[in-house]
């Protein structure tokens, strides 16, 4: 497959090799020949790649390639954008997350985000962890509550660092511990994929590594795709890789492969440091 660059005449074509890294049983969520524009801007081009069960999908490249953009997509968060649109085709178990009667609300439930600056809502631990049960339903008496709290906060590490505090502020605690915080609170609806954009970021070597080690725990339960802008930390988590590049998919297969034998220069000139 050969696509253009994003901004119009004159920019090199770019030869695109995206093999399906899985087969069909194993895919939860497939993306085909997706574009999203801001108004005219194409912003991605012609994406086509799927995401697997119990596997984490790292999606590498320069800022401004497209890559996070392209994670927004896959829970429609790009929708509270004005002006934006989506072209192609993403489906989750089959059915086009695009369509009309698609509960937004819901699919957001199925398919969790996690943004790079730690997010906790201005109540307590146990209220963060909470909410989402509660608006979807998912706990009607206070047991059942309770026993959410305590799986989804051991889940993502912290329930033993703050079992004792649960009535405290989620803003009072360390920027690493509100990561982990902001992940329990998606793992809280029960769903099938979480987004994770750039969450490390922000963190120091010791926190960032806790939430490293916790992504590989969690892949057991779910899908998990990561925008990284740390190559060191995509070899490290993931087991698939996603080279992004003005727009387009440039390159996508197996973690190991993509950074030891790429099959595109591009690929080549980016991980070894040639291009940024």
Known sequence: MVSNAPDGAGAAEIAVSTPNLTSPSN?????RNVSMFYGDKRAINDVTLDIARNQVLAMIGASGCG????LRCLNRMNDTIPGTRVEGTITLD???IYDAEQDVAQLRARVGIVFQKPTPFPQSIYDNVAYGPRIHG????????????HTS???????????????QSGTSLSGGQQQRLCIARTIAVNPEVILMDEPTSALDPIASAKIEDLIDELRANYAIVIVTHNMQQAARVSQATAYFH??????VGPTDLLFTNPRQKLTEDYITGRIG
């Open 27 to 31: 895919a939860l969520m497939t993306a």
């Open 67 to 70: 890559k996070s953009t392209f």
């Open 94 to 96: 089959g059915k086009n």
């Open 138 to 149: 998912l706990a009607h008496a206070r047991s059942d509550l309770d026993e959410v709290v």
């Open 153 to 167: 906060l051991a889940r993502a590490g912290l329930w033993d660092e703050v079992k004792d505090r649960l009535s």
């Open 246 to 251: 003005m727009g387009d998919l440039v390159e």
